[in-house]
Structures are given as C-alpha cells and as structure tokens.
C-alpha cells in the first residue's frame, strides 16, 4: 500500500479520505484544527516574528485560517485577520470563535510580512469574483512573503489550471492531508513556490496516485559481472550523438554494460562498446535485457526498418525521440513485452493522432489513455512531469530545474530510464525511478549545465539513493 505521506488525491479523493476520518470519530473541527496549527508552524517560522495577515472566506479553507491566526497570536505574532466573507460552515464558525485577536474587513489597509490565502480551498470550480481577485492582489502586494494554505485561491485542484486570469504567485504552499494533482501540474505549479505538506491524519487511498519519490537502490552483488547487472543495447541511426549521450547517462544509473548498436563506425569515448552488424544480427545477442530506441535514430525509411526490427526482438523497450513520431499502431501490434515511451508535449500530441485519441483533459488524463491505448507505461515529460501504467497506475513528479530547458536533457532521460529498465526493474518503477534520478542529477548540476554534465552527474544521483 502506497504511504499516505506519498499519494496525490484529487478533490473527490480527498473529500472521501476526510468523510473516512470524520466516520471514524475524528471531528471537522479536530480536522480544521490539526490543518490551522500544522500550517501555523510553518508559517510562524517563515515569519520570523514578524507580522501576519491572514486572509479568510466562508469555506473550511477559511476556518483553518482563523486557527492559523490564533496559533500565531498565541506565540506572540502580531496578527490581523482579513475576512473577505462571513464563516458559512459550522466548523469555520467555531474556529472564529476561539479567534481573540484583531479582525479587519475587507477595505482595510494592512501591510505586514507574510500573507496567508485562505480565501478559497479545494472546492472551487469558478473564478474569483472582482472583489475578491483585487482583495487578494492588493495583500500580496503589500507583504514580502505569502503563503497559500492548500492551494492559492482561484486554483482548480485536479488539473493544476488557474480558474482566471491575474492572479498572484506565492513563496510557500502547503498542502493539507495530502498532495493535489495541481501542486506539481503547470501552469499552477508555477504559482506555488516552494510546496510542503500538513499531515492531518489521512489514510492511504486505494487507486490514488502517487509522488515520484527517492528510490531504494543498491550496489551490485559481491558476485555480480557486467551481464548480472543487466545489458542495455541503444539502437543508433542517423545521428549518433543523441544515441552516445543517452549511452553516458546510462553508465551511471546501473547498467553494467552498455553497447551501441550504430549503422557505421562512429567516434565514442572508450568505455562505450560499438556494435556496427547487422541490427536483427546484433540484437541476436541473448544476454541483452532492454532496448533503448529513438535518439538520434531519424526519420527515414531506413530509421522505420530499424525500430521495426528492433521491435520485433520482443524485448523490454524504451522508446523516445525519433522512435515517438515514427511509431504507430501496427508496430506495436505484436510487441508483448514491457514498453516505456518517454514523450514530451509535440510527441505526446503526435502520438495521440496516431493512435487515434481526442487529446481531452489535462496531461494526466492524456497520458492514462496514451498508456491504455499503446499498452505501454508513458512518461509525459515537460516542466511538469507525469507517468502512467496502462493499469491505472499514475504518477507525479516534483518540479525539476528550469535548467534542464537545453537540448540533450530529454535523452539523458532515455537512457536513464532504459538503464533502470535493463536493470530488472518493472517498468512502472523504471520510469519513476529513472526520473527522479533525472531531477537529482539537475539538481547537482547547478546552474548552466549541458546535456553531457548533466549526464556526468546521473551517477552521484544513484550514489545518494544508496
């Protein structure tokens, strides 16, 4: 069972999940109460005692404000409370209740530190009104620091889109019971600053989807050998150079052999194995466990012959890049064994037309199809990054370095990903595994790094999952 700390809930997963709790005893105002004090940590120390504005609506949302600042007030924060509406729940009411500090309306000037959004939570499905939108701006505007409790106001929770325009971006969001789909999806995510999670007691959701986490990985068996450890074969074409950076990153997430099956000699550093036979000769070869297709093979009809036959071979696969807008239907048709297509949104939306899908919904949605329809684990890569099992299985992934916006940064990806997947690994925990230690390799990056550093640092990655 997924660890509840791990699991993505969608609004009507998350109601269902706080119901479970209430019908086991656990009030609404024990909830509300849980929710206010575990973001009042946080927001208490992103203050540094400074002053707080806290920002309330009518909802639950709202309620856990008027904890929020009551847990404030008492530790000594200078603290106001801005109601843009009356409470409207039983819940709210009595938060407010418990509330001893000062309460301002809506047409108060109020400057301070740090803004908490509580206008508007999870629920909402419309626009903000005028009012409300210029409230919200004119408070975010007069604080250094603002923090959006569950989700910033105006945000719709499953598909991570904003329900209007203009609204503000924040420092910290912190997510109550549990992640939403919109902390990581875009163009939300990018509003949301750092994103931390509350606890409130939630239990695991059967069928939820889950966050991309750090794996568990091991080093190699005291009597392990290159073929033990797993043999990736990259299938090269007309372009190499995608083909060697995909093979270099590979090497350093677990492979313990990596060859390149190119269609001449090419130049390659010394520690990358050149196989120039035929391909259907060369991938006769019983000891590979998985196929990288893809980067750098080409368009042509020679490229088509060449991920055709390489298909064929019925081994575990991973195809990007070229192979994405070359693939259809009929090439699949026979290939039983594990498939992992790597697209980004240009290939995704060719692949949707060639396999005969509408496009609709947000990108997990479309990635879910794409899985169902290809019978293969998809991972939609982008700013934003999601991976889906034809089974239902979905996933999310942290949001990565800006810098990984550079050509070459995809095919790390691949080869990544087809190492993990030459490794043994299922293919669902090939692709999260894979690219989380894509994200960490970024990470350790730092700042205005190519495709073949980022590559470089794959293997410190896997060191720090050890």
């Known amino acids: 069972m997924l660890a509840a700390s791990d699991q993505v809930l969608t609004a009507a997963q998350m109601r269902s999940a706080e119901q479970a709790l209430i019908a086991g005893g656990t009030s609404v105002s024990e ?74 309306d809506a047409a108060a000037e109020r400057q ?45 929770s499953d598909l991570g889109q904003p329900l209007g325009p203009g609204l503000p971006s924040f420092d910290l969001t912190l997510a109550l019971g549990a992640w939403k789909p919109a902390h990581f999806l875009m163009p939300a995510s990018a509003l949301l600053g750092e994103v931390r999670l509350v606890p409130i007691g939630v239990q695991a959701v059967s069928g939820a989807a889950r966050l991309v986490t750090q794996p568990r990985l091991s080093a190699p068996a005291i009597d392990a050998h290159k073929y033990t450890r797993g043999l990736l074969a990259v299938v090269a074409g007309a372009m190499p150079g995608a083909s060697i950076l995909a093979a270099k990153a590979a090497q350093g997430a677990g492979a313990g052999y990596v060859k390149l099956f190119a269609p001449q000699r090419t130049k390659v550093r010394a520690d990358i194995v050149i196989e120039t036979a035929p391909l259907a000769e060369a991938l006769g070869d019983h000891r590979i466990n998985a196929l990288l297709i893809g980067p750098g093979l080409g368009r042509s009809g020679e490229a088509l012959e060449r991920l055709a036959v390489a298909l064929s071979e019925q081994r575990p696969a991973v195809l990007d890049a070229d192979a994405l807008v070359l693939l259809g239907p009929r090439l699949l048709a026979q290939h039983g064994a594990p498939l992992i297509l790597t697209p980004h949104d240009g290939e995704l939306f060719a692949l949707e037309r060639a396999f005969d899908l509408d496009g609709s919904g947000g990108k997990a949605e479309r990635a879910l199809a794409l899985a169902r329809a290809a019978k293969a684990v998809v991972v939609a ?86």
């Open 381 to 466: 890569k982008g700013p934003d990054s999601v991976i889906a099992a034809p089974d239902g299985r979905l996933a999310y992934a942290r949001r990565s370095s800006s810098w990984l916006s550079t050509a070459g940064t995809g095919d790390v990806l691949a080869g990544t990903v087809a190492s993990r997947l030459a490794c043994g690994e299922e293919a669902f925990a090939a692709a999260c595994h894979g690219l989380w230690l894509h994200g960490e390799a970024a990470r350790l990056a730092g700042a205005v790094f190519g495709a073949g550093q980022l590559a470089d640092q794959v293997r410190s990655a896997y060191a720090a999952c050890l």
């Open 31 to 104: 909830l509300m109460q849980r929710a206010g004090q575990g973001a009042a940590e946080w927001v208490w120390r992103l203050s540094g005692g400074r002053s707080v504005t806290v920002l309330t609506g009518p909802g639950n949302n709202g309620g856990d404000g008027w904890v929020i600042a009551e847990t404030l007030r008492q530790r000594g924060t200078d603290v106001a409370v801005v109601t843009a509406a009356e409470p409207a729940t039983d819940a709210a009411c009595e938060a407010r209740s418990h509330y001893a500090g000062p309460m301002l």
């Open 112 to 156: 301070g530190e740090v803004l908490v959004d509580c206008l508007f939570g999870t629920g909402l499905t419309r626009a903000l009104s005028g009012d409300h939108l210029a409230l919200l701006n004119r408070l975010a505007a007069s604080h250094h620091k603002r923090v959006a409790i569950d989700l910033p106001s105006g945000i719709e």
